[in-house]
């Protein structure tokens, strides 16, 4: 299993700097979801299966759901054709690919070596996490689903497009109407 944590903590490692280094945010998304991966894939080595299965549900799918809304917020039409096409040129999903590919090996090992150990342990119904959840850490909660709830309401205003019948808000008739006698 050490094996595996190191694998999976270089794959980490190197898809965070390319989150960080990356300029095009779709790009960006891609080695974030595998860096989420691969901290699951350490958990997993080190024995917290439930804290490496909730890091795969909570942080790679919201994260994946919220790029989703994101993208039909911003209502992307006809003209970032050629862009999309221009992203699924193997240059461009090459690598968190083969990060992937690394974290499948690494997940194909941590298997077998469970398989060889004799793992019993005690079932965890979803009262218990609701519980923990809404117990102890229910402040952690709020501010999880608050910030998600900021991210999709600024990610709507500036995805809107202002059509000619809407009202405008102050600022923009001021700027508007200063255009005009310019």
């Keep these: 299993m050490e094996i595996v944590f190191y694998l999976a903590g ?3 490692v190197a898809a965070t700097l390319r989150v960080i280094t990356h300029t095009n945010p779709v790009h960006a998304l891609l080695y974030l979801i595998v860096t989420l991966l691969a901290i699951s894939a350490v958990f997993f080595s080190l024995g917290a299966y439930f804290a490496g299965a909730l890091e795969i549900i909570v942080y790679a799918g919201a994260i994946m759901v919220l790029f989703v809304f994101v993208v039909m917020m911003l209502n992307l039409g006809n003209a ?4 999309e096409r221009a992203w699924m040129k193997p240059s461009v999903w090459i690598g968190p690919g083969l990060m992937s590919l690394v974290l499948l090996v690494v ?4 298997i077998r070596s469970l398989s060889d150990q004799d793992i019993s342990g005690e079932m965890v119904d979803a009262k218990v996490v609701g519980i923990s959840l809404f117990g102890p850490y229910v ?9 998600l ?9 500036i995805g809107r497009e202002h ?8 600022s923009e008739m001021t700027r508007r109407k200063s255009e005009e006698q310019a």
Excluded at 139 to 147: D, F, R, T
Excluded at 163 to 170: D, I, P, T
């Design 10 to 12: 270089l794959v980490a």
């Design 80 to 83: 970032v054709q050629q862009q």
């Design 107 to 110: 997940l194909i090992i941590a």
């Design 139 to 147: 402040l952690a909660v709020e501010l999880a689903s608050m910030l």
């Design 163 to 170: 059509k000619s019948g809407e009202v405008l808000g102050n």
């Design 149 to 157: 709830l900021a991210g999709l309401v600024v990610a709507f205003h």
